[in-house]
């Protein structure tokens, strides 16, 4: 049975290119998430940014699994003139724990407007929702979370489920 999804985020490194770690242990009793596929949807705001040319070498050396919407991404515009984009990040089993899962994505910070009284700028990076599919398990394909649970493209490749976090500040 389901009881219920731990979700963080944390982000590594200083300075403007970090690294953004997820991980999630599934809340499965008396049970692996062997046969589960995890991913976590991420809207990054105008403040940070992936850049979609190291995205690509990852993916060409099957470093990652992500979707980047919009694809395009101006690299090289200040946080007042970007938008917002989605991530859709795969997350690979954790071979320390039958249940967890986890992925890291390069984030670069963008220049801020100057201010006066700092020189810090705040971007907050919303809660990703986790989308879980576990379609090897009977059982697990029948959980959801509390109301949360929603289904996302074929239903014959199961059912995904989606579970939050609270927003962190960078």
């Known amino acids: ?21 997820v991980k ?53 515009a200040p946080e007042y003139l970007a938008t917002d984009h989605l991530v859709l990040l795969y997350m690979e089993p954790d071979p320390q724990c039958s249940r967890c899962f986890r992925a890291a994505l390069p984030v670069h910070g963008r220049y801020h407007r100057p201010a006066e009284e700092s020189e810090e700028a705040l971007v907050v990076l919303k809660s990703p929702e986790v989308l879980v599919c576990c379609c090897d398990s009977e059982s697990l394909v029948t959980c959801s979370f509390g109301e949360r649970g929603i289904t996302v493209g074929n239903p014959e490749l199961g059912i995904w489920f989606c579970v939050s976090l609270p927003e962190m500040e960078l």
């Open 1 to 21: 049975a389901c009881q219920d999804a731990t979700v963080m985020q944390e982000l590594l490194k200083e300075g403007f290119h970090r690294d953004l770690l």
């Open 24 to 76: 999630v242990e599934l809340g499965v009793v008396g049970e692996d998430a062997g046969g589960c596929a995890v991913a976590a949807r991420t809207r990054l705001p105008p403040g940070i940014y992936v850049d979609p040319y190291e995205l690509a070498s990852l993916q060409r050396h099957n470093l990652t699994k992500v979707v980047l919407i919009p694809d395009v991404v101006d690299v090289e």
